[in-house]
Nanobody, 119 residues
Framework: VQLVESGGGLVQAGGSLRLSCAASGSTSSINAMGWYRQAPGKARELVVVTGSGGGSPNYADSVKGRFTISRDNAKNTMYLQMNNLKPEDTAEYLC?????????????WGQGTQVTVSS
C-alpha cells in the first residue's frame, strides 16, 4: 500500500483546509484508515480513524466538531476537511492505512503534509 498526502499549507486561525490521501497498491486489503499529526517536539497523535467496513469515525476530542473525514472509494482517496483551524492544529499531518495480514496488523504511512495555522 502506498499513500500520498496533499493539501497542506499556511492558513490563518479560523480558516479551513482540506487534506487528501491517495492510496494505491493493495487497497482492497486495507482494514482501517486515518489521519495522525505530529507537532515539533511532541508525540504523534491520532486525529481520526475510520474502519473500511463502515461505522462512525473516531475523532480526537480536540478536533471534534471541526474536522470531518470522508472517503471516495472509487478514487481510493481519503479526505480530511479541517474547519475553524487553531494555532494548536499546526503539525505535520500523516495519512495511515492499517492492513491485517495474519497474525498481525501492519501500518503504512504517507510522507506527511505540513499544516501551519497562524494566529
Amino acid at each position: 500500500v502506498q499513500l500520498v498526502e496533499s493539501g497542506g499549507g499556511l492558513v490563518q486561525a479560523g480558516g479551513s483546509l482540506r487534506l487528501s490521501c491517495a492510496a494505491s497498491g493493495s487497497t482492497s486489503s486495507i482494514n482501517a484508515m486515518g489521519w495522525y499529526r505530529q507537532a515539533p517536539g511532541k508525540a504523534r497523535e491520532l486525529v481520526v480513524v475510520t474502519g473500511s467496513g463502515g461505522g462512525s469515525p473516531n475523532y480526537a476530542d480536540s478536533v471534534k466538531g471541526r474536522f470531518t473525514i470522508s472517503r471516495d472509494n472509487a478514487k481510493n482517496t481519503m479526505y480530511l476537511q479541517m474547519n475553524n483551524l487553531k494555532p494548536e492544529d499546526t503539525a505535520e499531518y500523516l495519512c495511515n492505512a492499517r492492513v491485517f495480514t495474519f497474525p498481525r496488523f501492519y501500518d503504512y504511512w504517507g510522507q506527511g503534509t505540513q499544516v501551519t495555522v497562524s494566529s
